[in-house]
């Protein structure tokens, strides 16, 4: 991604030619986007949506890429607080068309690009617990709360299990303990969620209805264990919410050409459905059947294509890079609602 020109900045967007050979082959996209596209930037308004493609389909990407990963934080006067995108040194963000008609629901799908790190987790690394120097990620999530407008960022100490962490109260909030967990569902305004990647999928699930958030980690071991259709369960539990109701999106992660797995074994029977062929496992298939069976509409689930691993321009991925940062994907419920979600417990 690059930005700049004689007649204004543009946003520039060019599809790795290995992605595309793998992606094409496996989703059988047609369309795909094979060379770089360039059009001019409105700062702070959508400015690149490309249809048909498998890089960027699923998405719309907000703001050029940050000009210099090296660059001090923005001031506080570069955030544009119309549109949350800093109007100085942007970072670029993806949103999903399912939930953007949403206004009371802010969410994005940060890329690799727009932070302080240096190699190897450039440059916008949100984990501790890579080996980065703990000053640049902060200065890291600094940037991302900026763009969510977010009284405060929470994470989660992500482990691979089935554990839901249930925000209810501000009380949750100001003990400060880091839940551990692999996904925190909530009803709380202002405070953005966030998820840590390098291949594991990101999903957000809204219920416009409760006004109701959840936002989770899931890897392979999550997708064994059924944690999307255990959230599902628990915001129904906690919430009253409809599982018809929900609205669920995938981001970025492992595709299917790129999940490789030598012992399929360590997987059920149930999954043998979604095996392309004796070691590659299509874990965004498996996700949309879990949600499927928990209940969702099939029109309110929206996966991305988009695969980490061939992406590594864009994302961070574990298996394509070994040493890597995290990326981020956060959604938080607008503090300017009218309504929020009550405890029907």
Same mark, same amino acid.
């Given at each position: 991604?690059l930005?700049?020109?004689?007649?204004?900045?543009h946003?520039?967007?060019? #599809?790795?030619?290995?992605?595309v050979?793998?992606?094409?082959?496996?989703?059988?996209n047609?369309?795909?986007?094979?060379?770089?596209?360039?059009?001019?930037?409105?700062?702070?308004?959508?400015?690149?949506?490309f249809?048909?493609?498998?890089?960027?389909?699923?998405?719309?990407?907000h703001?050029?890429?940050?000009?210099?990963p090296?660059?001090p934080?923005?001031?506080?006067?570069?955030?544009d607080?119309?549109?949350?995108?800093?109007?100085?040194?942007?970072?670029?963000?993806?949103?999903?068309?399912?939930?953007?008609?949403?206004?009371?629901?802010?969410?994005?799908?940060?890329?690799?690009?727009?932070?302080?790190?240096?190699?190897?987790?450039?440059?916008?690394?949100?984990?501790?617990?890579?080996?980065?120097?703990?000053?640049?990620?902060?200065?890291n999530?600094?940037?991302?709360r900026?763009?969510?407008?977010?009284?405060?960022?929470?994470?989660?100490r992500?482990v691979?299990?089935?554990e839901?962490?249930?925000?209810?109260?501000?009380?949750?909030?100001?003990?400060?303990?880091t839940?551990?967990?692999?996904?925190?569902?909530?009803?709380?305004?202002?405070?953005a969620?966030?998820?840590?990647?390098?291949?594991?999928?990101?999903?957000?699930l809204?219920?416009p209805?409760r006004?109701?958030?959840?936002?989770?980690? #899931?890897?392979?071991?999550?997708?064994v264990?059924?944690?999307?259709?255990?959230?599902?369960?628990?915001?129904?539990?906690a919430?009253?919410?409809?599982?018809?109701?929900l609205?669920a &999106?995938?981001?970025?992660?492992?595709?299917? #050409?790129?999940?490789?797995?030598?012992?399929?074994a360590?997987?059920?029977?149930?999954?043998?459905?979604f095996?392309?062929?004796?070691t590659?496992?299509?874990?965004?298939?498996?996700?949309?059947?879990?949600?499927?069976?928990?209940?969702?509409?099939?029109?309110?689930?929206q996966?991305s294509h988009? &695969?980490?691993? &061939?992406?590594?321009?864009?994302?961070?991925?574990y298996?394509?890079e070994?040493?890597?940062?995290?990326?981020?994907?956060?959604?938080?419920?607008?503090?300017?609602?009218?309504?929020?979600?009550?405890?029907?417990?």
């Amino acid at each position: 991604m690059l930005f700049g020109g004689s007649d204004g900045p543009h946003v520039t967007i060019a #599809c790795e030619p290995r992605q595309v050979r793998k992606e094409a082959a496996v989703s059988g996209n047609a369309g795909v986007v094979s060379h770089s596209m360039s059009v001019p930037l409105a700062a702070g308004r959508e400015v690149a949506q490309f249809e048909g493609g498998c890089t960027a389909k699923d998405f719309s990407i907000h703001g050029p890429p940050y000009a210099d990963p090296m660059d001090p934080l923005p001031t506080a006067n570069a955030l544009d607080t119309q549109s949350g995108i800093w109007t100085e040194h942007p970072v670029p963000h993806f949103r999903f068309p399912l939930v953007s008609p949403y206004p009371e629901l802010r969410h994005a799908v940060f890329t690799r690009i727009g932070g302080t790190s240096r190699p190897p987790y450039e440059s916008l690394n949100i984990s501790y617990q890579v080996g980065d120097k703990r000053h640049r990620v902060s200065r890291n999530l600094a940037r991302i709360r900026g763009i969510l407008m977010a009284e405060r960022l929470v994470t989660m100490r992500q482990v691979h299990g089935t554990e839901v962490a249930v925000i209810r109260s501000p009380d949750q909030l100001r003990r400060r303990a880091t839940p551990v967990a692999d996904a925190i569902i909530t009803c709380l305004p202002g405070i953005a969620v966030v998820v840590r990647q390098a291949d594991c999928q990101g999903v957000i699930l809204y219920d416009p209805q409760r006004r109701v958030l959840g936002v989770v980690h #899931c890897g392979w071991r999550g997708s064994v264990a059924g944690i999307l259709i255990r959230v599902v369960s628990r915001m129904k539990e906690a919430f009253g919410c409809n599982p018809g109701d929900l609205l669920a &999106c995938i981001g970025p992660s492992l595709g299917p #050409c790129c999940a490789e797995f030598v012992d399929p074994a360590i997987f059920p029977q149930g999954f043998r459905e979604f095996w392309r062929d004796s070691t590659h496992l299509d874990l965004k298939a498996v996700s949309r059947h879990q949600l499927l069976q928990a209940g969702l509409g099939k029109d309110h689930i929206q996966i991305s294509h988009i &695969c980490t691993r &061939c992406r590594t321009d864009l994302f961070f991925s574990y298996r394509g890079e070994g040493i890597t940062g995290r990326f981020a994907t956060a959604a938080m419920l607008d503090p300017g609602g009218q309504r929020h979600a009550t405890d029907h417990r």
